[in-house]
């Protein structure tokens, strides 16, 4: 038996959909069962709904399981083994307040040393227990000996007794801690191999010790996966917008009434994977997942092709490709143009593309909004009042204010760097902060914070819309951008209704209706003025227009690893 087994405290993260799809995959392998358990032992975190939205999505993956338990249901058991622990003298009541223990935490900090409880409570005469009527909890005794796991991908590791120390495994309210929980519940339900994120290493330890004080003897195999981490190279964050999954599906770029118009009209159902975040969707073809179709964004396209991911397209088949605006068929645009993959065959589409600009609360700022530009970020009348993505995209900023040809990004990269350190230092001086994600933005306008930043396109249109005392301004300059496309995976089902599905979307009255309700521009001609209920000043629109204003270069890795270690240190500078 395997096991998934989230926390219903929050959206489920990318993390954990890419352990329940390995969780899946290897008891298809291994012809064993797939449990879903359901951590919901914090009952003040718990979320509710949240535990029916994880088998929701879970669904949506196609991701099999025999059985759903919610831990809570074992509590009886929690509590019995708990019993049994101190009753065999393996554990022991401690009655240290969690201000003693605060405190003994904070001498350990000042002396730099790690804490490791102290054993004050281990060997309590049972007559000073007995009689005790202050709360406690029960903690499970010290390993005498060193603890080692074999891992399928961390090899063999070795714990020592002091890493694990003598932990707490019942609340003062005698509730479970996570870890006797786990331990116990995996016992029960006689798991074989534990499958979850390298964050949970250090966990493992303590639930080996656990069920060894049961004398429980079966062996449990584990395979702790690596953490993903974000375009900065860190690991990702609940904080970040692109690692919850729902936050992902809800962003995908193609409304789902235009996929089910798809299905109404041609009678071909097809799995279209509408995530728009290019790790969940390289993990799941990686990992085996199925979808007939994908949108990867344009500087990921390489690496879907390396991977043997993705199959060339027929053009053929296409009629309405003559539909996509000729700045797009360009051989600048050369990340689709077949000309660095597969010798000459198309791999992709473009489809949804945007950029970004400048969002200006204007009950705070009172100047004129008409013709700003990149400029208004540097202004020293807004020191601490301005704000930019925490990304290379604000060393892009400083290239354009510092009049450097955005092709020197290519040819001469240590120079260029050079010429705009004094300039992304400006704006780091002018900033209040650098910004990760939506929310975090939304928080600073909201409060006030911030009267003026930089925001993508999609997210600024959809703020001016939704509140007029915002103004989006797409600056005369432009500004860095992306496109999203449609590929066939190599997988792919039924790349005959893929192929299909795509010279739909290319109708411009469907690509109308991506804009109507998705809120993106595409590359359709037509589509934006066949777009109802939208203000077709904040897009950019005209086909002459769109190779000035938005800047998609296509930068080799080398060059981007550059750039990002470059950002990295400067957004770091106190």
Not at 53 to 75: A, K
Not at 218 to 235: C, F, R, T, V
Not at 309 to 331: R, S
Request: charged fraction near 25%.
């Amino acid at each position: 038996m395997l096991r998934f087994a989230p926390s219903p405290t929050g959206d489920m993260h990318i993390g954990n959909l890419r352990v329940a799809l390995f969780n899946y995959i290897v008891s298809k392998q291994r012809k064993e069962d797939l449990l879903v358990r359901i951590e919901d032992t914090d009952k003040e975190k718990n979320i509710e709904g949240k535990d029916k939205e994880i088998l929701d999505i879970l669904g949506l993956f196609g991701i099999e399981y025999s059985q759903v338990i919610h831990q809570s249901q074992n509590f009886k058991f929690h509590s019995a083994m708990a019993l049994q622990l101190i009753h065999e003298k393996e554990a022991f009541s401690c009655f240290c307040s969690p201000e003693w223990l605060e405190k003994k935490r904070e001498e350990a900090k000042a002396n730099k040393k790690a804490y490791r409880y102290d054993g004050a409570c281990e060997n309590l005469p049972a007559e000073l227990v007995i009689d005790n009527i202050n709360p406690f909890t029960i903690r499970i005794k010290q390993p005498s000996s060193a603890i080692t796991i074999k891992d399928y991908i961390k090899g063999e590791v070795t714990f020592k007794p002091e890493d694990v120390d003598s932990f707490i495994i019942l609340h003062q309210d005698k509730t479970p801690t996570y870890n006797f929980a786990c331990a116990v519940d995996d016992m029960l339900s006689d798991i074989s191999l534990v499958i979850r994120g390298e964050d949970h290493l250090s966990n493992t330890p303590k639930q080996e010790h656990i069920r060894a004080r049961l004398k429980y003897d079966k062996k449990i195999e584990y395979a702790h996966l690596p953490i993903i981490l974000n375009e900065s190279g860190k690991k990702m964050s609940k904080r970040d917008d692109a690692s919850s999954v729902k936050w992902l599906l809800e962003e995908g770029y193609l409304p789902e009434a235009v996929v089910d118009m798809f299905e109404e009209e041609t009678g071909i159902t097809l799995n279209v994977n509408l995530i728009s975040d290019n790790a969940s969707i390289f993990t799941l073809l990686k990992g085996g997942g199925k979808a007939d179709l994908i949108m990867p964004t344009q500087n990921q396209v390489n690496r879907f092709y390396i991977e043997d991911l993705a199959q060339p397209l027929d053009l053929e088949k296409l009629e309405n490709y003559a539909n996509i605006a000729d700045a797009f068929k360009d051989q600048k645009w050369s990340m689709w143009d077949g000309s660095q993959m597969g010798a000459g065959e198309t791999y992709v589409i473009p489809y949804v593309f945007g950029t970004s600009g400048i969002i200006i609360n204007t009950d705070k700022y009172d100047g004129p909004t008409e013709g700003i530009g990149w400029e208004i970020l540097f202004d020293p009348g807004l020191q601490g009042r301005t704000s930019s993505r925490n990304s290379a995209e604000s060393l892009m900023i400083c290239l354009d204010l510092a009049g450097i040809p955005r092709e020197d990004l290519l040819e001469d990269t240590q120079a260029t760097l050079e010429k705009i350190r004094d300039k992304t230092t400006e704006l780091k001086n002018n900033v209040l902060k650098f910004y990760s994600t939506g929310a975090e933005l939304l928080d600073m306008l909201g409060n006030e914070e911030v009267w003026v930043s930089h925001i993508w396109d999609g997210g600024g249109r959809k703020l001016a819309k939704g509140d007029p005392k915002f103004v989006y301004v797409l600056p005369e300059t432009g500004g860095f951008g992306w496109t999203d496309t449609f590929m066939i995976p190599a997988a792919s089902s039924n790349p005959a209704g893929a192929h299909l599905f795509i010279d739909f979307m290319l109708r411009p009255d469907i690509a109308a209706k991506v804009v109507t309700e998705g809120g993106y521009t595409t590359t359709v001609d037509g589509s934006l003025d066949l777009a109802e209920g939208i203000d077709k000043d904040l897009y950019v629109f005209e086909d002459s227009e769109i190779a000035d204003l938005v800047w998609q270069i296509s930068f080799p890795e080398e060059v981007i690893a550059i750039y990002n270690n470059f950002w990295e240190e400067l957004s770091t500078i106190e």
